[in-house]
């Protein structure tokens, strides 16, 4: 019965308190500006209301560009379903799932990006490609990252990692953990499209990534979208806290709250990168990404020492 609790928790966890992590960094951002800012439950609101409306459909678009957010939504919440809190077991647990929600997250930009290219339209066209080429250095990086803790626990399933990160691995492999961590936190910045990847704020198409792709979503497609934004945020804020805190030594009903805690504490940290860094220019965003696969690929010639 108590496995069967965790496994429901978990992802209602996710699915119930993602879009708040949003209006934590956005009221961050305010405080550090001198704002009152947008509440907190702001996010809700949008979905709310976007979820009311009616969806509008250029005549250039296809069955492609319909059923990119439902397919995008459909892969997010599979994903929820593997990534646990704490180390408890999730309902999707088996030996091979961080492959598959690799691979989930990479279907979910696949489809994003032939959308985009569907409506024909030149400004989707160009954050399409921008996307893919960011890619092409935070998938190599993410992929390196989940290899050397693969080996650094002799696993590839999330819930055995996260179970394995004790205190005496932090004592005896702290530079893995350390140098994964500093990798896993650049790639969930680009992922997400955060500062200093990309601002999800601005409104000026020449500089957007993400948001320029899905321009012409309305409706309860635009909400799919930016609740799967939400939840991907929330996925890779759980792998960095899975990553980082010894789960194990606690009991489940203490694990889950500190990892739901924890990820909110990534999301401060995140509006405080975002209150005191620029943007960088898109050409020197690359070099931002080739150093977090540097640091993976030097974590996992660290797990070679064993």
């Not at 997250?105 to 490609?129: K, N, P, Q």
């Not at 989940?146 to 005896?172: D, K």
């Not at 945020?233 to 805690?261: E, K, R, T, Y």
């Amino acid at each position: 019965m108590r496995d069967y609790a965790i496994m429901i928790i978990q992802p209602a966890a996710a699915m119930v308190l993602a879009p708040m992590l949003l209006g934590v960094i956005n009221w961050v951002k305010a405080n550090f500006a001198g704002r009152r800012g947008q509440p907190l439950l702001q996010p809700y609101y949008d979905l709310w209301k976007l979820l009311h409306k009616s969806a509008v459909y250029s005549s250039t678009t296809s069955w492609i560009f319909k059923a990119m957010p439902i397919v995008c939504l459909s892969a997010i919440l599979l994903v929820t379903f593997i990534i646990p809190l704490g180390f408890g077991k999730t309902i999707l647990s088996f030996n091979g799932d961080l492959i598959l929600a690799a691979y989930l997250l990479g279907l979910i930009r696949f489809f994003i990006v032939i959308g985009a290219l569907d409506t024909g339209s030149s400004f989707e066209g160009m954050g399409a490609s921008r996307e893919v080429q960011f890619s092409a250095l935070a998938e190599p990086a993410f992929f390196i990252a989940m290899a050397a803790m693969a080996r650094q626990t002799s696993s590839i399933s999330f819930s055995n990692i996260f179970s394995a990160i004790t205190p005496q691995m932090w004592a005896t492999n702290s530079a893995t953990l350390l140098l994964v961590t500093a990798a896993i936190v650049i790639v969930l910045l680009a992922e997400n499209s955060r500062i200093p990847v990309d601002d999800p704020n601005t409104h000026l198409e020449l500089t957007m990534i993400h948001e320029v792709m899905i321009l012409d979503n309305s409706g309860p497609d635009f909400a799919f979208l930016l609740y799967s934004a939400a939840l991907k945020l929330w996925i890779f804020a759980a792998i960095l806290v899975g990553f980082i805190l010894p789960m194990n030594v606690m009991p489940w009903q203490i694990s889950i709250p500190v990892s739901i805690a924890a990820i909110f504490v990534v999301s401060i940290l995140i509006g405080i990168v975002e209150s005191c860094m620029a943007r960088l220019r898109l050409v020197r965003v690359p070099h931002l990404l080739f150093t977090a696969v540097a640091l993976a690929i030097l974590a996992l010639i660290f797990t070679f020492r064993n």
